[in-house]
C-alpha cells in the first residue's frame, strides 16, 4: 500500500501512463485531493513522488483497486485513462467490484462511441453511472489545462463539472474548454472528428512545406521564419506554432537539422480511420481529411516509393516556371488557409449529421469554443467558426458563411496557383487539392452527375429524376441506342 488520505478524496483516478499521471497532477493543483490507481503499482509510487515534487500536490496512490476505491468520497468519481478496447471493459470489471449505486466512472480515452453506448447500458443495469469524455492536448495539456468533451450521463456531469470547470484550458473572454456535449457517445464520436480534422490540419501543413521546401527551395531557417510570421495571423494555431519550432531544431545525432533525418513514414493510431469511416457510412463527403488519412497509409509504403522513384525518375520533371519565392510564401500562405476552411466545414458536417441521426442536438459553436484552447487543434480560426455559428446555427456549411466566404474568394486565385505549380512540378498536394475540387463542386449549380446516373439507369434500371418534371423516369438506353444506330 502506497500513502494513504487521512480523509474520503474528491475523485479518483486509474491508469498512469503519461496522459493519466498529468491529468491527476493538473487535479490535485487546482485544489481536488486525488486517489490514483495503476496495475503496475510502480507507477502508483512513480505518479505520488513527482506529486511532491511539483508542489506536494494532494495526490494519494494506492496499489489495489479495493482501498483505491474506498478511499474516495461518496458518490464516488474514477476516470480511467486506458488503452481503449478490452483494458477499458478489464478496467470496469476490475472497479465496478467495489463501487456502489450511484457511483461514476468516466473513460478519458480515445474510445469509439459505440463502446461508450454498450458500457453506458451495462453500468445503469448495476445502478452506476457512465461518461465517454475525449481528452484533447497531449501530454502537455493533460499537465496545464487540456480541451474536454464529456458525453453520457448528464447526472455523471454534474458530479464533476466543479472540476473540469478548473481542469480544462482557461480562454479570455471565452471561459474553460469543457461543455457538456450531449447523451451516449457524443464525447467520444466529437473527439474522433476533433481527431480527424487535426489529420487535415497537420496534412496541409505539411504540404505547405513540401511546396515550399521542394519548388521554392526554402532552407530550414527560412521555413522557421515563415511558420513563426504566419503564426501571427490568421493562421495562428498550436499546429502552426510546433511546426515552426521543429524547423529550428539540430540534430544531436548527426549533421544539420532534426527533421531531414525523421524517416517519412507517419503512424497513426485510428481515429482517423474511425472519422473517415463515420464520413462514409453517414454519406458525407470529407475529402480533405480522406486525403491526410490517404497519405498516411502512402507514407507506409516508403520501400515501394523508394524503388518507384527510381523506375519513375522522380525529379525530372523540369517546369518552365521561374518562382518568385515571397510570392510563393504568400500563396501558399493563402492556399493552405482556405483548404483548413475546407476540412473544418466537412469535420463540422459530419459532427451534425451524427447528431441528427442520433438525436444528440449538438451545438457546433460551442464545440468550436471549447477547440479554442487546450487541445492539438486549436486555433485564432476557431472564434471564426464560433461566430459563423453564432450567426446562423442552421448554416448549411461553413464555406456560405458570408465572412469565410469572402475569405475563400479572396484567396482562390492564390489556391489555384498553388496547386497548379505543384502539379507541373510533380508535387503531390493531395490535400489541397481534395479541398479546392471540394470548394469547386460545392459551388457549382450543376454537376456532370446527370451522366453517372444515366448510367446507372442504362446497365441497371436505376431509374432517374428530371430537371423538368417531377417523378423517377426509366428509359430503355439500349434499345433506343440500337435504334440509333441501325
Request: charged content about 25%; proline content about 3%; overall charge neutral.
Amino acid at each position: 500500500m502506497a500513502e494513504q488520505s487521512p480523509k474520503l478524496n474528491r475523485i479518483g483516478l486509474a491508469g498512469l501512463a503519461v496522459m493519466g499521471q498529468n491529468l491527476a497532477l493538473n487535479i490535485a493543483e487546482k485544489g481536488f485531493p486525488i486517489s490514483v490507481y495503476n496495475r503496475t503499482t510502480s507507477k502508483v509510487d512513480e505518479t505520488t513522488e513527482r506529486a511532491k515534487l511539483e508542489g506536494n500536490l494532494p495526490v494519494f496512490g494506492f496499489h489495489d483497486p479495493e482501498s483505491f476505491v474506498k478511499s474516495i468520497q461518496k458518490p464516488r468519481v474514477i476516470i480511467m485513462l486506458v488503452k481503449a478496447g478490452a483494458p477499458v471493459d478489464q478496467t470496469i470489471k476490475t472497479l465496478s467490484t467495489y463501487m456502489e449505486k450511484g457511483d461514476c466512472i468516466i473513460d478519458g480515452g480515445n474510445e469509439w462511441y459505440e463502446n461508450t453506448e454498450r458500457r453506458e447500458k451495462a453500468m445503469a443495469e448495476l445502478g452506476l453511472l457512465y461518461l465517454g469524455m475525449g481528452v484533447s492536448g497531449g501530454e502537455e495539456g493533460a499537465r496545464n489545462g487540456p480541451s474536454m468533451m464529456p458525453g453520457g450521463s448528464i447526472e455523471a456531469y454534474k458530479y464533476i463539472k466543479d472540476i473540469v470547470l478548473k481542469v480544462a484550458a482557461q480562454v479570455p473572454d471565452s471561459g474553460p474548454c469543457v461543455t457538456y456535449i450531449g447523451k451516449g457517445g457524443s464525447g467520444n464520436f466529437v473527439k474522433m472528428v476533433h481527431n480527424g480534422i487535426e489529420y487535415g490540419d497537420m496534412q496541409l501543413i505539411s504540404e505547405a512545406y513540401d511546396v515550399l521546401k521542394s519548388v521554392g527551395k526554402l532552407s530550414n531557417e527560412e521555413l522557421k521564419n515563415v511558420f513563426t510570421e504566419w503564426n501571427k495571423g490568421e493562421l495562428q494555431s498550436f499546429l502552426i506554432e510546433i511546426t515552426a519550432d521543429i524547423f529550428g531544431i539540430k540534430d544531436d545525432k548527426a549533421d544539420g537539422y532534426l527533421v531531414d533525418n525523421v524517416l517519412d513514414k507517419t503512424g497513426m493510431k485510428g481515429t482517423g480511420k474511425w472519422t473517415v469511416q463515420q464520413a462514409a457510412e453517414l454519406s458525407i463527403a470529407a475529402p480533405t481529411i480522406e486525403a491526410s488519412l490517404d497519405s498516411r497509409f502512402m507514407s507506409g509504403l516508403k520501400e515501394e516509393r523508394t524503388e518507384a522513384a527510381k523506375v519513375f525518375n522522380f525529379g525530372d520533371i523540369i517546369s518552365p516556371e521561374k518562382v518568385d519565392k515571397e510570392k510563393l510564401i504568400h500563396d501558399v500562405r493563402q492556399a493552405l488557409y482556405a483548404s483548413k476552411i475546407c476540412s473544418y466545414a466537412q469535420g463540422m458536417n459530419l459532427i451534425r449529421e451524427k447528431s441528427i441521426e442520433m438525436g444528440w442536438g449538438l451545438k457546433l459553436g460551442e464545440l468550436a469554443r471549447i477547440w479554442k484552447g487546450g487541445c492539438i487543434i486549436r486555433a485564432i480560426f476557431l472564434d471564426r467558426i464560433k461566430k459563423a455559428y453564432d450567426r446562423n446555427a442552421d448554416l448549411a456549411n461553413l464555406l456560405v458563411d458570408p465572412e469565410f466566404a469572402k475569405e475563400i474568394m479572396e484567396r482562390q486565385s492564390a489556391w489555384r496557383r498553388v496547386v497548379t505549380l505543384s502539379i507541373n512540378h510533380g508535387i503531390s498536394t493531395p490535400g489541397m487539392s481534395a479541398s479546392l475540387a471540394y470548394f469547386d463542386t460545392y459551388r457549382r449549380a450543376r454537376l456532370p452527375a446527370n451522366l453517372v446516373q444515366a448510367q446507372r439507369d442504362y446497365f441497371g434500371a436505376h431509374t432517374y429524376e428530371r430537371t423538368d418534371i417531377p417523378g423517377a423516369f426509366h428509359t430503355e438506353w439500349f434499345k433506343l441506342a440500337k435504334k440509333i444506330d441501325n
